[in-house]
């Protein structure tokens, strides 16, 4: 039997060593011991034990707030990005003329 991955949208940010944290989620997970920071590593506590996410892994909060790396090219595979821009509808108007008029 074969099975397709529901749809679900998940939060995540690339690790990169110096750069600096975006998400509040993760910057969280840090503060509360969750993650650690390490010199060129994160160990991240997970149900499954500690897991270890090197530069360029992603880190993703789940549906569920469990968080966990992923390698880059399984990452990829498996997300896409979601665009969370909000779009008005306004009868007459197109997004680029309503963006114009609040510019």
Same mark, same amino acid.
């Given at each position: ?9 998940? *939060? ?5 060593? +110096?750069?600096?944290? %975006? ?6 997970? /840090?503060? =509360? ?17 500690q897991?270890?996410?090197? *530069? ?5 909060? +789940?549906?569920?707030? %469990?968080?966990?790396?992923?390698k880059?090219? /399984?990452? =990829?595979?498996?997300y ?24």
């Amino acid at each position: 039997m074969k099975y397709r991955k529901k749809a679900v949208v998940i *939060e995540a940010e690339q690790y990169l060593v +110096g750069e600096v944290i %975006e998400s509040e989620w993760m910057f969280n997970a /840090i503060m =509360s011991g969750e993650i650690e920071m390490l010199k060129n590593h994160l160990l991240i506590r997970t149900l499954e034990g500690q897991m270890r996410a090197d *530069e360029g892994d992603w880190i993703i909060k +789940g549906v569920k707030g %469990e968080i966990y790396p992923c390698k880059p090219d /399984i990452f =990829s595979m498996t997300y896409e990005f979601v665009d969370e821009t909000p779009t008005p509808s306004v009868p007459g108007l197109d997004y680029y003329e309503i963006r114009r008029l609040y510019e």
